[in-house]
């Protein structure tokens, strides 16, 4: 681990401004004694690139390097010369010439100076001359961690990121994730879903190939990156062989998840069944003499289907006696939790992840060569949801001259993946606590069409001999598997040409080819296929029926293609003026395109053996209004496709210049063009870019405080660029086939915009990174104010002018993110055998939209849609909702409308509806600790997200539904949270509850707008700050005596608990938080040979 | 050598940099897949067939005021502004009630948007002839008459010769810009733009359009009678009614549909659909734009006493409604499925303005055969009687009978309840008792002219917005 390190610092410090190159040529200018030795690390491999120079001398041309087996060779004045021996990553080392000629050095490394170098993707830089606001996480610290997923990674690792945001939205109508950047290149994950959409997706790549990730977060540090800087970069560079004997190293984790289902906040058997019966006793129509044939209707509707009121009804319509009736009400309700635990025993599985990692890394002087392999294999939740993936891969670099390199590589990926089509939690019928999937004699539980529908629709199946609409759950969920197979490859090559010490050249270029493909094979037994043959079946007059589609397997293929390429070439500059001027800069193009393509198809009566289908009628199909049971045929039910191309063409620069390595003055540029529509040349030509400062306090001639070794001040000011992907300045409409007339439909999709520009962010940044005690103790402070202004915001399209009530989008509008940020790393306890470590993160942002010219034109689109209408002067991500006015004598909810007069019907008036406070959380950070005794160590990671809220949607009431039967909305009896056994019951009630009465639709008082008055009530909008014990660790390196016995240069396990335990501030928000969600227990193994 | 390579180097970035810069515009020139700005003539045709946006009418709130349709309690319990309607509840301020968007407004300036897009654009439009440029701007302009009678007899006040010059119609736009301007215009003025654009349109109609959506010649000869029927000019509306018929003067025969279909019609207890014949394929469209939904779906179900005023032996009302009852509920419900013509215009219609126009004129007689005409295909053979009238309220009645029946959940029984409400003795007091109390409606209620929607209002844009009713 640690010489990948040293490899890895040691060539990032050849592409540093300065160094080897300077000293180089000064090797042997002094005359004196010459002296040689090697210096190597405390396992005995030499460090390349280690700096040797005399100590107290500010004179840097007095020293050298060394080489690649690290040997070294000066010159020195005297025998009385202090040589100071340094490396990055190590802690400096001073000797005394003295009578020796060959000074050998054994460096150790200092974990916590690790950081000094940044890498941002298009260049390396020394942390201490950089400007900008970077926050790097080190391979080592991602140790303590399952190494799962990208996300996870950096949640609690890198202040200001959270929820995978850094540092706020910044974007209305724009890409809102970061850019990620691996070992270079930009890779963008963007995949179509299949309703059209695009989703951008975290890259793959094989996470313990992970060296180091970099976040960028101002714009000294990420405007480089133009038109997709905005949002923040993260940098992600991969490992390197180091020096020496191959190495060999191997991991494996098994991660168990036992299946939880938080079944106890819901209402049970008996709690549903004492609802059926009040239904019963509250419904006017079963007083009275019609109540038999009212019974009756309602049976033969099937308006109820719940075994509960059937056995009810059945009793009020004389079918059976009142004493069945009760012992059939006694027997569901004993039954408590019954549908869940028999989901939990027939269709569900502790999920179960296993993970193996296997690389080898070989190095020599001229070439560096690196294999890594991933394999993962997951079992979900569902029985039949697994899947399993494999990583390859394989980088070169290799030095064809001492001025020439060439560096090649390759990553491919390959997913296989099953995935359970059908949710026993939505079977397609409605089900209560009571019912199960299996019947009394433990056979599989069967829905009958009869139980469902009405007598008229049950006639008509029978009559007609339709296929049958019976449904059961244990038969469906094996059926209709998705099978997924994904393939990604990602290679590039890049030629590194030093044509003078101070000048290099380099030219990249990756290529990128992913093609996923998805297939589902609806099985011809299965009701899904069943129901869509049946609705589509129409009967002539005489009563002969004509199924339009063949009855058959339905088989549906998904082919997406995705490809990117990706040029680059730049100069890097670097050098050292009267030793004391130092500039560097670079100055490059770059062309990008990514293409993604999009195609669905399905074909009826599939022969899986045969490979054949039936061929479809499809125009007329489009016009079958007449159904048996009502189906409709879509055109996406045959094919659907779609494409994307962003193209971009850039010219950057930038430049830095350090006077005397105290103050450091940088600027960067870029322009951007590209393809996207929205993007007026006129607009296309504004130049992104940024300036910064920093000083390094410590390096003063008049600071002299011995305890900080390290102090310095950053300044940055400049812009960032966001883009919105489906925009564009010109008219636009979308054309279709018309179903009904035929021939191809248009409509407008938007109007003209010639106005439409990039997306612009502002980012002032101050900074402060210091070291003290000894490096014991680093950290860094930063104050940010990033301004986005000519945001896509949308405004209010004219109803007169045609819009209706849709919104157009244009560049006016403005946010503001303000944040502060604190890391502070501290090593408290640093003996020989004992390490006590302690990191803690704070980050804090308020987010504000300072203008916007919308207004939701209709109240609930303010409620529902409540980032399309932000109001100025709040967060952007707010829950808006009405204030609760309590309940009123009857129990219904009641809000105070716009005037503050109580109302139980929804005000539909926008000053009624409050912004109740926003989702994003203001504070974010974590708290981790490593304690590392001997071979042992112990580490922790809490993760708090304070100062944000969550509308609570598990509320214990019973929501309405449409009716198919009765043809409106009706309350829907089921299962809900069970507080609503606290529910107003009588007058007066509403003095001490707030939990409505339930009305039933039969009831005079049912309004079906009630649950909006109070699901959107301010009580119903709660706290979500928590504390989440996101990850334990204990982990144990074998002894490396033992080691060496058996082959192996170190052992380690390591058992890790994840999301251990969450901490709700308030109670009720813990089930919405995932707080009940089981943990997941890691067992890992790490090998190193 | 290293200088070499430095200047070849050197010379290779510059030349990949300038290489860059002149094929910037091709590299870049790609445009994105799916949307596209239109250019050709059938980029523009294509709005036409867009159903969604230009071809429905929703006309909710006058279907509710005439109780034409069974409204479900939890519906008008939900919607404050369908139970003033629906209840004849003249305190209610509907302006407040009609808070948001109401898509008769919304919908209707879509379309007319659609329509001004083509006649601002079509004639340079590319990859057509003049005489096809022509004709797709003369159906924009008879689909923009369409709409603008339908909000014309919406949101304002019926025409009235002695009023129409003063009283206040809705937004005339004529553009499709952004921040296009337009002017609330008077009833004169928008009835004078809706014949002027028949007008201009007529010339270059087709008999055949492209599709049923295309207005032909015989559409805008109907459009034309519907009007001047509308304005009380019998004459013109006669003279362009019976063009229109030279057009088109087929029936639909509802009583052989009835006879194909009679088992499922006459089994009482089933309710499965038929196809309905109401769609695109009917002999009566001249042109066919649908009611408020632009798919395929069942009508509303209506109400056991509605259906007390149709003729006995319609075989259409029984084609369409079958009575049930579900829980507490009983009415009469829909069984066709499919498309239907509510929007648009068909032979039904300019049959019954011709004889309401005879019956004016005093051609009792000629009023009743065009009458009879109509009802022969509807009533059902054994039911059957030609009817007769002596006087021109007896034919009115006859003829009004029928045309509320035919054209339900159409724009037409509404706004000819309104134009009957201004002549004396054709005025109606409705009225309904439920669970005890009485409602009526008045020939005078405001009720009849529907408020702008706030959302209009509230937003009215590059012109101003002024409302046509109190409350």
Same mark, same amino acid.
């Given at each position: 681990?640690?010489?990948?390190?040293?490899?890895?610092?040691?060539?990032?410090?050849?592409?540093?401004?300065?160094?080897?190159?300077?000293?180089?040529?000064?090797?042997?200018?002094?005359?004196?004694?010459?002296?040689?030795?090697?210096?190597?690390?405390?396992?005995?491999?030499?460090?390349?690139?280690?700096?040797?120079?005399?100590?107290?001398?500010?004179?840097?041309?007095?020293?050298?390097?060394?080489?690649?087996?690290?040997?070294?060779?000066?010159?020195?004045?005297?025998?009385?010369?202090?040589?100071?021996?340094?490396? =990055?990553?190590?802690?400096?080392?001073?000797?005394?010439?003295?009578?020796?000629?060959?000074?050998?050095?054994?460096?150790?490394?200092?974990?916590?100076?690790?950081?000094?170098?940044?890498?941002?993707?298009?260049?390396?830089?020394?942390?201490?001359?950089?400007?900008?606001?970077?926050?790097?996480?080190?391979?080592?610290?991602?140790?303590?961690?399952?190494?799962?997923?990208?996300?996870?990674?950096?949640?609690?690792?890198?202040?200001?990121?959270?929820?995978?945001?850094?540092?706020?939205?910044?974007?209305?109508?724009?890409?809102?994730?970061?850019?990620?950047?691996?070992?270079? +290149?930009?890779?963008?994950?963007?995949? #179509?879903?299949?309703?059209?959409?695009?989703?951008?997706?975290?890259?793959?790549?094989?996470?313990?190939?992970?060296?180091?990730?970099?976040?960028?977060?101002?714009?000294?540090?990420?405007?480089?990156?133009?038109?997709?800087?905005?949002?923040?970069?993260?940098?992600?560079?991969?490992?390197?062989?180091?020096?020496?004997? =191959?190495?060999?190293? +191997?991991?494996?984790?098994?991660?168990?998840?036992?299946?939880?289902?938080?079944?106890?906040?819901?209402?049970?058997?008996?709690?549903?069944?004492?609802?059926?019966?009040?239904?019963?006793?509250?419904?006017?129509?079963?007083?009275?003499?019609?109540?038999?044939?009212?019974?009756?209707?309602?049976?033969?509707?099937?308006?109820?289907?719940?075994?509960?009121?059937?056995?009810?009804?059945?009793? #009020?319509?004389?079918?059976?006696?009142?004493?069945?009736?009760?012992?059939?009400?006694?027997?569901?309700?004993?039954?408590?939790?019954?549908?869940?635990?028999?989901?939990?025993?027939?269709?569900?599985?502790?999920?179960?992840?296993?993970?193996?990692?296997?690389?080898?890394?070989?190095?020599?002087?001229?070439?560096?060569?690196?294999?890594?392999?991933?394999?993962?294999?997951?079992?979900?939740?569902?029985?039949?949801?697994?899947?399993?993936?494999?990583?390859?891969?394989?980088?070169?670099?290799?030095?064809?001259?001492?001025?020439?390199?060439?560096?090649?590589?390759?990553?491919?990926? #390959?997913?296989?993946?099953?995935?359970?089509?059908?949710?026993?939690?939505?079977?397609?019928?409605?089900?209560?606590?009571?019912?199960?999937?299996?019947?009394?004699?433990?056979?599989?539980?069967?829905?009958?069409?009869?139980?469902?529908?009405?007598?008229?629709?049950?006639?008509?199946?029978?009559?007609?001999?339709?296929?049958?609409?019976?449904?059961?759950?244990?038969?469906?969920?094996?059926?209709?598997?998705?099978?997924?197979?994904?393939?990604?490859?990602?290679?590039?090559?890049?030629?590194?040409?030093?044509?003078?010490?101070?000048?290099?050249?380099?030219?990249?270029?990756?290529?990128?080819?992913?093609?996923?493909?998805?297939?589902?094979?609806?099985?011809?037994?299965?009701?899904?296929?069943?129901?869509?043959?049946?609705?589509?079946?129409?009967?002539?007059?005489?009563?002969?029926?004509?199924?339009?589609?063949?009855?058959?397997?339905?088989?549906?293929?998904?082919?997406?293609?995705?490809?990117?390429?990706?040029?680059?070439?730049?100069?890097?500059?670097?050098?050292?003026?009267?030793?004391?001027?130092?500039?560097?800069?670079?100055?490059?193009?770059?062309?990008?395109?990514?293409?993604?393509?999009?195609?669905?198809?399905?074909?009826?009566?599939?022969?899986?053996?045969?490979?054949?289908?039936?061929?479809?009628?499809?125009?007329?199909?489009?016009?079958?209004?007449?159904?048996?049971?009502?189906?409709?045929?879509?055109?996406?039910?045959?094919?659907?496709?779609?494409?994307?191309?962003?193209?971009?063409?850039?010219?950057?620069?930038?430049?830095?210049?350090?006077?005397?390595?105290?103050?450091?003055?940088?600027?960067?540029?870029?322009?951007?063009?590209?393809?996207?529509?929205?993007?007026?040349?006129?607009?296309?030509?504004?130049?992104?870019?940024?300036?910064?400062?920093?000083?390094?306090?410590?390096?003063?001639?008049?600071?002299?405080?011995?305890?900080?070794?390290?102090?310095?001040?950053?300044?940055?000011?400049?812009?960032?660029?966001?883009?919105?992907?489906?925009?564009?300045?010109?008219?636009?409409?979308?054309?279709?086939?018309?179903?009904?007339?035929?021939?191809?439909?248009?409509?407008?999709?938007?109007?003209?915009?010639?106005?439409?520009?990039?997306?612009?962010?502002?980012?002032?940044?101050?900074?402060?990174?210091?070291?003290?005690?000894?490096?014991?103790?680093?950290?860094?402070?930063?104050?940010?104010?990033?301004?986005?202004?000519?945001?896509?915001?949308?405004?209010?399209?004219?109803?007169?002018?045609?819009?209706?009530?849709?919104?157009?989008?244009?560049?006016?509008?403005?946010?503001?993110?303000?944040?502060?940020?604190?890391?502070?790393?501290?090593?408290?306890?640093?003996?020989?055998?004992?390490?006590?470590?302690?990191?803690?993160?704070?980050?804090?942002?308020?987010?504000?939209?300072?203008?916007?010219?919308?207004?939701?034109?209709?109240?609930?689109?303010?409620?529902?849609?409540?980032?399309?209408?932000?109001?100025?002067?709040?967060?952007?991500?707010?829950? #808006?909702?009405?204030?609760?006015?309590?309940?009123?004598?009857?129990?219904?909810?009641?809000?105070?409308?716009?005037?503050?007069?109580?109302?139980?019907?929804?005000?539909?008036? %926008?000053?009624?509806?409050?912004?109740?406070?926003?989702?994003?959380?203001?504070?974010?950070?974590?708290?981790?600790?490593?304690?590392?005794?001997?071979?042992?160590?112990?580490?922790?990671? %809490?993760?708090?997200?304070?100062?944000?809220?969550?509308?609570?949607?598990?509320?214990?009431?019973?929501?309405?539904?449409?009716?198919?039967?009765?043809?409106?909305?009706?309350?829907?009896?089921?299962?809900?949270?069970?507080?609503?056994?606290?529910?107003?019951?009588?007058?007066?009630?509403?003095?001490?509850?707030?939990?409505?009465?339930?009305? +039933?639709?039969?009831?005079?008082?049912?309004?079906?707008?009630?649950?909006?008055?109070?699901?959107?009530?301010?009580?119903? =909008?709660?706290?979500?700050?928590?504390?989440?014990?996101?990850?334990?660790?204990?982990?144990?390196?074998?002894?490396?005596?033992?080691?060496?016995?058996?082959?192996?240069?170190?052992?380690?396990?390591?058992?890790?608990?994840?999301?251990?335990?969450?901490?709700? +501030?308030?109670?009720?928000?813990?089930?919405?938080?995932?707080?009940?969600?089981?943990?997941?227990?890691?067992?890992?193994?790490?090998?190193?040979? | 050598?290293?200088?070499?390579?430095?200047?070849?180097?050197?010379?290779?970035?510059?030349?990949?940099?300038?290489?860059?810069?002149?094929?910037?515009?091709?590299?870049?020139?790609?445009?994105?897949?799916?949307?596209?700005?239109?250019?050709?003539?059938?980029?523009?045709?294509?709005?036409?067939?867009?159903?969604?946006?230009?071809?429905?009418?929703?006309?909710?709130?006058?279907?509710?005021?005439?109780?034409?349709?069974?409204?479900?309690?939890?519906?008008?319990?939900?919607?404050?502004?369908?139970?003033?309607?629906?209840?004849?509840?003249?305190?209610?301020?509907?302006?407040?009630?009609?808070?948001?968007?109401?898509?008769?407004?919304?919908?209707?300036?879509?379309?007319?948007?659609?329509?001004?897009?083509?006649?601002?654009?079509?004639?340079?439009?590319?990859?057509?002839?003049?005489?096809?440029?022509?004709?797709?701007?003369?159906?924009?302009?008879?689909?923009?008459?369409?709409?603008?009678?339908?909000?014309?007899?919406?949101?304002?006040?019926?025409?009235?010769?002695?009023?129409?010059?003063?009283?206040?119609?809705?937004?005339?736009?004529?553009?499709?810009?952004?921040?296009?301007?337009?002017?609330?215009?008077?009833?004169?003025?928008?009835?004078?733009?809706?014949?002027?654009?028949?007008?201009?349109?007529?010339?270059?109609?087709?008999?055949?359009?492209?599709?049923?959506?295309?207005?032909?010649?015989?559409?805008?000869?109907?459009?034309?009678?519907?009007?001047?029927?509308?304005?009380?000019?019998?004459?013109?509306?006669?003279?362009?009614?019976?063009?229109?018929?030279?057009?088109?003067?087929?029936?639909?025969?509802?009583?052989?549909?009835?006879?194909?279909?009679?088992?499922?019609?006459?089994?009482?207890?089933?309710?499965?659909?038929?196809?309905?014949?109401?769609?695109?394929?009917?002999?009566?469209?001249?042109?066919?734009?649908?009611?408020?939904?632009?798919?395929?779906?069942?009508?509303?179900?209506?109400?056991?006493?509605?259906?007390?005023?149709?003729?006995?032996?319609?075989?259409?009302?029984?084609?369409?409604?079958?009575?049930?009852?579900?829980?507490?509920?009983?009415?009469?419900?829909?069984?066709?499925?499919?498309?239907?013509?509510?929007?648009?215009?068909?032979?039904?219609?300019?049959?019954?303005?011709?004889?309401?126009?005879?019956?004016?004129?005093?051609?009792?007689?000629?009023?009743?055969?065009?009458?009879?005409?109509?009802?022969?295909?509807?009533?059902?053979?054994?039911?059957?009687?030609?009817?007769?009238?002596?006087?021109?309220?007896?034919?009115?009645?006859?003829?009004?009978?029928?045309?509320?029946?035919?054209?339900?959940?159409?724009?037409?029984?509404?706004?000819?309840?309104?134009?009957?409400?201004?002549?004396?003795?054709?005025?109606?007091?409705?009225?309904?008792?439920?669970?005890?109390?009485?409602?009526?409606?008045?020939?005078?209620?405001?009720?009849?002219?529907?408020?702008?929607?706030?959302?209009?209002?509230?937003?009215?844009?590059?012109?101003?917005?002024?409302?046509?009713?109190?409350?």
């Amino acid at each position: 681990m640690r010489k990948k390190i040293i490899v890895l610092c040691g060539m990032a410090l050849m592409l540093l401004p300065g160094t080897h190159e300077v000293f180089a040529q000064n090797v042997g200018r002094a005359s004196g004694i010459t002296i040689r030795g090697t210096v190597s690390d405390v396992d005995g491999e030499p460090l390349v690139g280690a700096t040797i120079r005399i100590a107290n001398s500010k004179i840097v041309s007095l020293g050298t390097i060394t080489d690649m087996d690290g040997k070294y060779s000066m010159s020195v004045p005297s025998e009385s010369t202090v040589l100071e021996f340094s490396f =990055v990553g190590f802690a400096n080392q001073t000797l005394r010439v003295g009578a020796r000629r060959i000074l050998n050095v054994v460096l150790k490394t200092d974990n916590q100076l690790l950081d000094e170098v940044v890498v941002t993707g298009y260049q390396t830089i020394s942390k201490e001359r950089a400007t900008g606001a970077f926050s790097k996480v080190s391979g080592e610290k991602l140790q303590e961690q399952r190494l799962n997923s990208l996300s996870t990674l950096l949640e609690g690792r890198v202040a200001g990121y959270a929820n995978g945001l850094v540092r706020g939205t910044t974007t209305m109508n724009g890409v809102t994730n970061p850019l990620y950047v691996i070992d270079g +290149f930009p890779v963008e994950s963007t995949r #179509y879903t299949s309703t059209g959409s695009l989703v951008e997706n975290i890259p793959d790549l094989n996470m313990e190939d992970i060296e180091s990730i970099t976040v960028l977060k101002d714009a000294a540090a990420a405007s480089i990156y133009g038109a997709r800087a905005a949002n923040g970069v993260v940098v992600i560079v991969t490992k390197k062989a180091s020096k020496g004997k =191959v190495e060999v190293s +191997f991991s494996s984790t098994f991660t168990f998840s036992p299946y939880s289902f938080y079944k106890d906040r819901l209402t049970s058997s008996a709690d549903v069944i004492d609802l059926e019966k009040e239904w019963a006793e509250k419904n006017p129509n079963l007083q009275g003499s019609n109540a038999v044939s009212y019974a009756n209707n309602l049976l033969e509707n099937r308006v109820y289907t719940n075994q509960g009121i059937t056995a009810i009804l059945n009793a #009020y319509a004389g079918n059976t006696t009142q004493e069945e009736m009760n012992s059939t009400l006694n027997t569901l309700s004993a039954k408590g939790y019954n549908y869940y635990d028999d989901v939990k025993k027939y269709t569900k599985t502790n999920p179960f992840y296993q993970q193996y990692n296997l690389s080898i890394g070989k190095a020599s002087e001229k070439n560096n060569f690196k294999v890594s392999l991933t394999y993962k294999n997951n079992q979900y939740e569902d029985k039949y949801s697994d899947d399993s993936s494999f990583g390859l891969n394989i980088t070169n670099s290799t030095d064809i001259t001492d001025w020439l390199r060439l560096d090649v590589g390759t990553y491919t990926k #390959y997913t296989n993946a099953t995935t359970q089509t059908y949710d026993p939690f939505s079977p397609g019928y409605t089900y209560m606590p009571y019912d199960g999937l299996v019947d009394a004699q433990g056979n599989p539980y069967t829905s009958t069409a009869e139980s469902r529908y009405s007598e008229d629709i049950v006639n008509k199946i029978n009559s007609y001999g339709l296929y049958s609409m019976d449904i059961t759950p244990l038969d469906e969920i094996g059926r209709n598997l998705g099978k997924e197979k994904n393939f990604l490859n990602r290679s590039f090559v890049k030629l590194n040409i030093k044509l003078a010490d101070w000048l290099k050249y380099e030219a990249m270029f990756q290529y990128e080819y992913g093609v996923d493909r998805y297939n589902k094979l609806s099985d011809k037994e299965s009701y899904s296929v069943r129901s869509k043959v049946n609705g589509l079946a129409t009967a002539s007059a005489d009563g002969e029926v004509t199924y339009n589609l063949p009855y058959g397997d339905i088989n549906y293929e998904r082919r997406q293609y995705s490809s990117a390429y990706n040029f680059r070439q730049q100069l890097n500059f670097n050098k050292t003026f009267a030793e004391k001027h130092d500039l560097a800069m670079i100055f490059g193009s770059e062309i990008r395109s990514t293409k993604l393509e999009y195609k669905d198809e399905t074909q009826y009566g599939y022969d899986r053996e045969m490979l054949t289908y039936t061929p479809i009628d499809a125009a007329s199909l489009l016009t079958i209004y007449d159904g048996l049971m009502e189906g409709y045929f879509y055109s996406s039910d045959l094919s659907y496709q779609r494409e994307n191309v962003d193209r971009f063409v850039s010219f950057y620069g930038n430049a830095a210049y350090t006077y005397d390595d105290k103050y450091t003055a940088s600027g960067s540029l870029r322009w951007d063009r590209s393809n996207l529509w929205g993007t007026d040349s006129k607009y296309q030509n504004k130049p992104i870019w940024s300036v910064g400062a920093s000083w390094n306090i410590n390096k003063e001639d008049f600071f002299h405080v011995d305890w900080v070794n390290m102090l310095k001040l950053r300044l940055s000011y400049g812009i960032g660029g966001n883009i919105a992907k489906n925009a564009a300045p010109y008219l636009t409409a979308y054309y279709s086939t018309n179903s009904n007339v035929g021939g191809t439909q248009g409509a407008v999709s938007s109007r003209p915009n010639p106005e439409l520009s990039w997306e612009k962010t502002a980012t002032t940044n101050v900074g402060f990174d210091f070291s003290l005690f000894k490096n014991r103790l680093n950290g860094s402070v930063e104050y940010y104010d990033k301004q986005g202004s000519d945001l896509l915001a949308n405004a209010n399209g004219v109803p007169t002018e045609g819009f209706g009530y849709s919104t157009y989008e244009i560049n006016n509008g403005e946010m503001s993110n303000r944040g502060v940020e604190l890391t502070l790393s501290g090593d408290l306890i640093r003996t020989k055998d004992f390490l006590w470590n302690v990191n803690l993160m704070y980050a804090y942002n308020k987010n504000k939209v300072t203008y916007v010219n919308v207004e939701a034109p209709v109240y609930y689109l303010q409620l529902d849609y409540p980032s399309s209408y932000p109001r100025v002067g709040t967060p952007y991500n707010s829950i #808006y909702g009405y204030k609760w006015a309590g309940l009123n004598e009857k129990g219904l909810p009641q809000v105070y409308d716009e005037n503050g007069e109580k109302t139980t019907t929804e005000p539909t008036s %926008l000053d009624a509806i409050y912004d109740l406070g926003s989702t994003v959380p203001s504070h974010t950070g974590s708290l981790g600790s490593s304690l590392q005794y001997k071979d042992w160590q112990m580490s922790f990671m %809490l993760i708090y997200q304070l100062g944000h809220k969550i509308r609570n949607t598990d509320l214990p009431y019973l929501q309405s539904d449409y009716n198919n039967s009765m043809d409106e909305y009706m309350t829907s009896i089921g299962a809900v949270n069970k507080d609503i056994k606290n529910r107003w019951r009588t007058a007066g009630d509403e003095a001490h509850t707030d939990v409505p009465a339930v009305i +039933f639709a039969e009831s005079s008082d049912y309004y079906y707008g009630s649950y909006s008055v109070y699901s959107y009530a301010d009580i119903n =909008v709660l706290d979500a700050s928590n504390i989440r014990l996101s990850n334990i660790s204990l982990s144990y390196r074998l002894p490396q005596t033992f080691c060496k016995k058996i082959f192996l240069k170190n052992a380690r396990f390591q058992f890790n608990v994840e999301n251990l335990y969450t901490f709700a +501030f308030e109670k009720k928000a813990k089930y919405l938080l995932g707080g009940y969600n089981s943990p997941n227990y890691v067992w890992g193994l790490y090998l190193n040979f | 050598m290293k200088t070499k390579i430095l200047t070849s180097t050197l010379w290779v970035f510059f030349i990949g940099i300038s290489v860059l810069f002149s094929s910037c515009d091709g590299f870049l020139g790609i445009m994105p897949k799916g949307s596209k700005t239109p250019s050709t003539l059938a980029d523009y045709e294509a709005f036409i067939r867009d159903e969604y946006t230009n071809q429905r009418t929703d006309i909710t709130q006058a279907i509710l005021l005439l109780n034409d349709k069974f409204e479900t309690a939890s519906n008008y319990n939900y919607y404050p502004l369908r139970k003033a309607n629906y209840f004849w509840d003249e305190s209610a301020n509907r302006i407040e009630l009609n808070n948001s968007d109401e898509t008769t407004y919304y919908n209707g300036y879509a379309a007319i948007s659609s329509c001004n897009l083509i006649i601002e654009n079509a004639a340079s439009a590319t990859e057509a002839t003049d005489a096809e440029r022509n004709e797709l701007i003369a159906q924009a302009k008879v689909i923009r008459t369409v709409v603008y009678f339908v909000l014309a007899n919406y949101y304002a006040d019926t025409y009235d010769e002695a009023t129409a010059a003063t009283k206040l119609s809705v937004p005339l736009i004529e553009s499709a810009d952004l921040n296009a301007s337009y002017t609330q215009v008077s009833i004169q003025n928008i009835y004078d733009y809706m014949l002027n654009n028949l007008e201009e349109a007529l010339p270059y109609l087709p008999h055949e359009g492209a599709t049923v959506l295309h207005p032909t010649i015989g559409a805008a000869y109907a459009m034309y009678a519907r009007i001047y029927l509308e304005m009380g000019n019998y004459t013109l509306a006669l003279q362009n009614a019976n063009e229109a018929l030279t057009e088109n003067s087929a029936l639909y025969d509802w009583t052989a549909y009835y006879e194909t279909n009679k088992t499922q019609i006459e089994d009482a207890t089933s309710y499965t659909v038929t196809t309905s014949p109401m769609g695109i394929d009917n002999v009566e469209n001249y042109y066919f734009r649908h009611g408020s939904n632009y798919y395929a779906t069942s009508e509303s179900n209506i109400q056991v006493d509605r259906v007390t005023r149709f003729e006995a032996g319609d075989a259409r009302m029984a084609a369409r409604w079958k009575l049930k009852t579900v829980g507490a509920d009983t009415y009469y419900a829909s069984t066709l499925r499919g498309l239907f013509n509510y929007g648009g215009l068909t032979t039904t219609e300019v049959y019954l303005i011709k004889a309401e126009c005879l019956a004016r004129e005093g051609e009792y007689a000629d009023a009743m055969d065009v009458l009879n005409a109509v009802r022969q295909k509807r009533i059902l053979p054994d039911v059957y009687q030609p009817l007769s009238a002596s006087t021109e309220e007896q034919a009115m009645e006859y003829i009004r009978r029928t045309k509320d029946n035919e054209l339900i959940f159409s724009i037409v029984p509404f706004a000819d309840a309104r134009r009957f409400n201004k002549e004396t003795k054709y005025t109606r007091t409705l009225s309904k008792v439920v669970d005890g109390t009485t409602y009526t409606l008045t020939p005078t209620s405001h009720l009849w002219t529907m408020p702008f929607p706030m959302g209009a209002t509230s937003n009215p844009g590059n012109g101003t917005l002024t409302q046509n009713v109190d409350k």
